[in-house]
């Protein structure tokens, strides 16, 4: 291969990726090998290594099989000679950057959303542990650890409590600082502090804070370049007792591509998870923000929302919203049917999820008792067993816990629960009846 169509290369990288990024990226690299099998471009560091192989080692490879054909091998190499060159255009892209609408720009910080504050912040047993931990870590005048990861699904109030928390500082005075942002975010500010000549005044910024709370820490996965630059301010700030939050959807021993010198780090301090909210705790963060709105929601409908929507904190806030602007649109007062009505929609689509309300509709239809007998205590053998199954299909079905399973049916013990699914089990096999009684249950339940 030879510079020639190097250069015509170049030209269809750039038609393909932009002229923006072409300029950004590619202006200071230089071809330092090529053959038929493999090309090997040089760039300035191993964050614009990275960077670039992930974003545009397959742009490179199109570009050269229309030119010449070929189809093998990209790499990008540091090339410790590339970044002189480059000085001097640097300033001038910066020169540019700065003078054209749209081009590099300093990424934007996060907001703080009032809604997110502490106070707005509902604790239950699905995050006490984290809240705990995560205001110990940023309000205690001696932690028992300076290190927070926390982690869980999403839509189960990670963002709001690391939000809160940055509040609070701010409310304290402290907000210069404590700095809160994702790592989205952070990563963007640190790309264009390389690109702007800013990293000297990045590095100030990150490693001399008191208190650092990032978000989304997932982000990071397989971008090996920031991962390192990451660390360096881990340490920094760790060596210093800084304190640190940190939030993720998933545990640190579960972030792929992620390298064991980070993990061991996060792994470090305090590691926290946030789960699915319980029913009772559902209802309490539906009372919380049913405040805000000016509706009146009797307990009733409440406690049907609480059980149909189980998965998450946000679809608990959308099925409010759709409640609530289903009863302005008819200017009827909240009821059960209107709830159940509006959220028909949500509660049937592709991920929804069977709650133990459908279990004992069926399984009373199916051996013909009333609603109202089941929840009761009498222990005919007919009603135990048909309560029996419908613990069993509650637990196979649903998300629920046994704990809210026995809540449910009168305020049973979660090993109450248990062991009537296991004796169901041991039934099931040697009641072919039963057996049958069942899977038409579950049938008719969609599953
Ligand atoms: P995540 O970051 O874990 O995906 P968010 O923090 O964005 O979730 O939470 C989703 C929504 O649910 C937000 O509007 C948030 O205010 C609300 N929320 C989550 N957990 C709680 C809670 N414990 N109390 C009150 N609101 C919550
Ligand atoms: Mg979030």
């Given at each position: 291969m030879n510079d020639d169509i190097w250069t015509r290369a170049l030209a269809g990288i750039k038609d393909r990726i932009g002229r923006q990024k072409f300029d950004l990226w590619f202006r200071r690299?230089?071809?330092?090998?090529?053959?038929?099998?493999?090309i090997r471009i040089g760039v300035p560091n191993l964050f614009i290594k990275g960077w670039m192989e992930e974003r545009f080692s397959e742009p490179v490879r199109d570009a050269l099989r229309d030119v010449c054909d070929w189809d093998g091998q990209v790499a990008f190499v540091v090339a410790k000679d590339v970044f002189p060159d480059v000085r001097g255009e640097q300033l001038a892209a910066r020169a540019d950057a700065s003078k054209s609408v749209g081009a590099v720009q300093a990424p934007r910080e996060p907001k703080m959303n009032p809604r997110m504050s502490l106070d707005e912040f509902v604790v239950g047993g699905c995050n006490q542990l984290a809240y705990a931990a995560a205001t110990d870590v940023c309000f205690q005048p001696e932690p028992p650890f300076n290190r927070l990861?926390?982690?869980?699904?999403?839509?189960?109030?990670?963002?709001?409590?690391?939000?809160?928390?940055?509040?609070?500082?701010?409310?304290?005075?402290?907000?210069?600082?404590?700095?809160?942002?994702?790592?989205?975010?952070?990563?963007?500010?640190?790309?264009?502090?390389?690109?702007?000549?800013?990293?000297?005044?990045?590095?100030?910024?990150?490693?001399?804070?008191?208190f650092l709370l990032i978000d989304?820490?997932?982000?990071?996965?397989?971008?090996?370049?920031?991962?390192?630059?990451?660390?360096?301010?881990?340490?920094?700030?760790d060596s210093a007792n800084k304190r640190i939050v940190l939030a993720s959807d998933s545990h640190p021993r579960d972030l792929e591509e992620v390298t064991a010198n980070l993990i061991n780090r996060f792994l470090s301090g305090m590691v926290a998870k946030i789960e699915a909210p319980d029913f009772q705790t559902r209802v309490r963060i539906l009372r919380k923000k049913i405040e805000r709105t000016r509706h009146r929601f009797p307990q009733e409908v409440i406690e049907f929302m609480a059980d149909r929507i189980t998965s998450n904190v946000r679809e608990l806030e959308g099925a409010l919203t759709t409640v609530v602007a289903y009863a302005s649109l008819k200017r009827t007062p909240i009821t059960v049917d209107l709830a159940a009505?509006?959220?028909?929609?949500?509660?049937?689509?592709?991920?929804?999820?069977?709650?133990?309300?459908?279990?004992?509709?069926?399984?009373?239809?199916?051996?013909?008792?009333?609603?109202?007998?089941?929840?009761?205590?009498?222990?005919t053998w007919?009603?135990?067993?048909?309560?029996?199954?419908?613990?069993?299909?509650?637990?196979?079905?649903?998300?629920?816990?046994c704990h809210d399973i026995g809540r449910y049916f009168g305020?049973?013990?979660?090993?109450?629960?248990?062991?009537?699914?296991?004796?169901?089990?041991?039934?099931?096999?040697?009641?072919?009846?039963?057996?049958r009684a069942v899977e038409r249950i579950r049938k008719n339940l969609g599953q």
């Open positions: 690299t230089r071809l330092v090998e090529a053959n038929s099998q493999s990861f926390i982690y869980g699904g999403v839509g189960l109030g990670k963002t709001h409590l690391l939000n809160g928390l940055w509040q609070k500082l701010a409310c304290q005075g402290l907000d210069g600082e404590a700095v809160f942002t994702t790592a989205e975010k952070w990563t963007n500010q640190y790309i264009y502090a390389i690109t702007s000549n800013g990293l000297a005044a990045f590095r100030k910024k990150y490693r001399t804070v008191k989304d820490v997932h982000f990071l996965k397989s971008k090996k370049g920031i991962q390192e630059e990451f660390l360096h301010t881990f340490d920094a700030l009505e509006s959220l028909a929609e949500m509660v049937k689509g592709p991920h929804s999820l069977v709650t133990i309300r459908d279990i004992e509709d069926e399984v009373v239809r199916t051996f013909g008792f009333s609603r109202s007998d089941l929840p009761t205590r009498r222990r007919a009603l135990c067993r048909a309560r029996h199954v419908c613990m069993y299909l509650a637990r196979e079905l649903t998300h629920q816990s305020d049973l013990k979660h090993t109450t629960v248990l062991s009537a699914c296991k004796k169901m089990d041991e039934r099931l096999r040697h009641d072919p009846g039963l057996a």
